[in-house]
């Protein structure tokens, strides 16, 4: 197995780090096209810190904000015949995961001739254009993977398309740009961030410098897991959070995910349940299963949030996921069977079978 680290985004971050670097923004092009959602960029001062820094740079720009959470293809097939209309020559992406993972499917469709069985083959071409991400949430870190996830009607999941042609050039790390977050966004984001992490150590993959990270980005993220309880985060909170975040996807860019994001996909997929949250239900029952193999890795994961056993680390969860809606034993055997098709499920240290699927998705959620 080939152990790598690998991280070609440069990362600016801190408070007005946008305004404070204007000339970044010279490096990528002419004509930018800027990849949002529907409000959340409207209404907490990115786009406009972002609109500001182009027109005083006398930058040309384009908006797409039609993009939805969980992008669809079709989503993103409309973003990048825009893109193409528009010939624009660089995409800044502003928001969640969702946002960041559509603008590098539009980049790459736009400059590609990808037929929908090749899209999430991996095999393409070199062109793309230059990329700069603001994340608006503390979770996916898109703003430094090369992984583009996208709801597949055809498979009835959530698939995943990479190159490391899609890493974005730059990423700018502002948490002023998350202060209103409600809370259960910022709590299902922190837990996907917190997953990334903790799934990364778990992985065949996983190698020292992987290992360093995901362990610093545990212990950014669980420092704030009591203020997460009550509600009440201060900025500073809120940064630990998006550095933990944009660190677990160093992590995950090196090591990929587990099954737990892959069984978490169909309770997106069929239950519209939050990304984060979907792996937050999973986690611990998926850490059980690990440490039947494995204790001393499962055990040193607890320690550096200050758990000594599972059941402490689910006790945290369920405070801060509340009630959880149950499976049936249809729905566990049709979730585990798609994902023991998924490529995640067979990264971690020990491969999950069937059985062993359907065992972790019932201890989490079986009625
Ligand atoms: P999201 O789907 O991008 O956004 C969720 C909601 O949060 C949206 O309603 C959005 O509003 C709102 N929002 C965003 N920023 C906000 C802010 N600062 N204040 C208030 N509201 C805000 O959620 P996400 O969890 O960040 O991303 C999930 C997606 O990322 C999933 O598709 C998942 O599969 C993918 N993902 C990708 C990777 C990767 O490596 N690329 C890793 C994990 C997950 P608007 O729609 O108005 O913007
Ligand atoms: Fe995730």
Same mark, same amino acid.
């Given at each position: 197995?080939?152990?790598q680290y690998y991280m070609p985004t440069r990362v ?7 305004? @404070? ?18 409000? +959340? ?48 020559? @660089? ?5 969640? &995961? ?30 793309i254009?230059p990329m700069i991400f ?9 703003e430094v993977t090369s ?14 398309? &990479?190159s490391p042609i899609l890493f974005p050039k730059y990423a ?19 837990? =996907? ?23 610093? +980005? ?31 996807g160093m992590?995950?860019a090196n090591? &990929? ?7 978490? /996909? +169909? ?6 349940? =939050? ?12 850490? @059980?299963?690990?440490?039947? /193999? ?60 069937? *059985? ?5 998705? +019932? *201890?989490?959620?079986?009625?």
């Amino acid at each position: 197995m080939k152990q790598q680290y690998y991280m070609p985004t440069r990362v600016i971050m801190g408070k007005d780090c946008i305004k @404070s670097n204007p000339e970044i923004f010279l490096e990528i092009g002419r004509k930018i096209l800027i990849v949002t959602g529907a409000k +959340s960029a409207k209404n907490n001062g990115s786009l406009d810190d972002i609109l500001s820094v182009l027109s005083s740079n006398g930058q040309a720009w384009t908006i797409f904000d039609r993009v939805t959470p969980n992008p669809s293809i079709a989503c993103v097939k409309e973003g990048a015949a825009f893109a193409q209309k528009e010939k624009v020559d @660089s995409i800044i992406a502003i928001g969640g &995961g969702s946002p960041m993972d559509a603008a590098k499917a539009i980049n790459l469709l736009a400059c590609q001739d990808i037929s929908d069985e090749n899209l999430f083959s991996g095999k393409y071409g070199t062109e793309i254009l230059p990329m700069i991400f603001v994340p608006t949430t503390a979770g996916t870190g898109s703003e430094v993977t090369s992984y583009s996830v996208l709801t597949n009607d055809r498979a009835q999941t959530k698939t995943s398309l &990479g190159s490391p042609i899609l890493f974005p050039k730059y990423a700018f790390l502002d948490a002023k740009y998350m202060k209103d977050m409600p809370l259960d966004i910022t709590i299902n984001t922190a837990i =996907d961030a917190l997953s990334h992490s903790i799934e990364g150590m778990i992985t065949k993959r996983a190698n020292p410098i992987t290992n360093s990270i995901a362990a610093e +980005s545990i212990r950014r993220i669980s420092s704030c897991f009591e203020a997460l309880k009550s509600g009440d985060l201060s900025l500073e909170q809120r940064f630990e959070l998006l550095y933990g975040s944009t660190l677990a996807g160093m992590v995950i860019a090196n090591t &990929g995910t587990t099954a737990v994001h892959s069984m978490g /996909y +169909s309770l997106t997929y069929f239950h519209n349940v =939050d990304h984060g949250r979907a792996n937050g239900l999973i986690l611990a029952a998926f850490m @059980s299963y690990i440490n039947k /193999y494995d204790s001393r890795l499962i055990t040193s994961i607890l320690s550096i949030m200050g758990f000594k056993t599972i059941q402490e680390f689910k006790d945290t969860l369920d405070i801060l996921l509340g009630e959880r809606r149950a499976l049936s034993r249809e729905e566990v055997e049709r979730y585990a069977a798609i994902a023991a098709k998924s490529r995640n499920a067979s990264n971690s240290i020990v491969i999950p079978d069937m *059985e062993d699927l359907v065992g972790i998705l +019932s *201890e989490a959620l079986l009625r």
